[in-house]
């Protein structure tokens, strides 16, 4: 006699926005081979997927991601992704695992594991929901620094930062919003992402891309630290012998 069956993810994910009190209006589709349920507005794709866990028989991931429905990368750099926010404060038992790992895949004739319902009731809808549009994300994807914090959840976007000023110029040309476009530009003409490495990434996304972004592969790279720079901190360390009277 066969043992429990697992659930269908499909049937999961149903589950999930019941038990979860997630918000009407989503489309349950197949993502990557994994299963999303997807809500859009504003310009934004927000999507909730449960993967299997690899290398663990019976055990499941979530995660929320978030892109621009006129920009959707193939695979997984380019994404917004969240994860608690770091020195959350949680009851002892309470704390959420971190980026939402190992929980019972449920099975025949049983529930959905306790802890994934309070992490995705706690953390899915201000994660889902985390950015406004498609300008929040943009200013999301050129952000050079730790993950954004708001409330108790983290925010981010994937890739090296030469790739995200891609993204950028993408969303900024996919979405009408030159802003965007030129705060991509300033962190290439600041120094702090190379030229050569906006080309390399452009090169490799030019094949997805939505918009002609051609102009990218030629773009120069700009020295960070200019000559004066570099001859203030080399005085500033090797100050000139005084000449002998």
């Given amino acids: 006699m066969s043992g429990p069956r697992r659930w269908p993810a499909g049937r999961v994910l149903r589950q999930v926005r019941q038990a979860c009190d997630l918000p009407d209006g989503a489309t349950a589709e197949r993502v990557r081979g994994l299963a999303g349920l997807s809500y859009r507005d504003n310009g934004l794709l927000r999507r909730l997927v449960i993967t299997p866990r690899p290398f663990a028989a019976g055990r499941l991931n979530w995660l929320v991601e978030v892109c ?18 770091e020195g959350l404060v949680s009851q002892p038992g309470e704390e959420p695992r971190r980026n939402f ?39 999301l994807m050129l952000h050079p620094g730790p ?12 890739g090296a930062l ?27 003409a600041s120094g702090d992402v190379r030229g050569k490495d906006v080309q390399h990434w452009a090169a490799l996304e030019r094949a997805w891309s ?29 100050p000139s012998e005084p000449e002998n009277p």
């Fill in 68 to 85: 621009a429905e006129a920009v959707q990368p193939p695979e997984y750099g380019l994404w917004a992704r969240f994860a608690p926010a």
């Fill in 101 to 139: 790992h190992d929980y019972a895949w449920p099975v025949t004739g049983g529930k959905l594991d306790p802890d994934l319902v309070r992490d995705v009731t706690r953390f899915a809808k201000p994660m889902l929901w985390f950015l406004a549009d498609t300008r929040d994300l943009g200013a």
């Fill in 147 to 158: 993950p954004v914090t708001r409330g108790d959840v983290g925010g981010y976007v994937q």
């Fill in 162 to 188: 030469a790739a995200r000023v891609v993204g950028g110029v993408m969303l900024a040309r996919a979405t009408g919003q030159p802003e965007v476009e030129d705060k991509a530009r300033e962190l290439v």
């Fill in 210 to 238: 939505p918009v002609d972004i051609s102009d990218l592969e030629t773009i120069a790279d700009v020295p960070k630290y200019s000559p004066e720079d570099i001859r203030r901190e080399f005085a500033r360390y090797f």
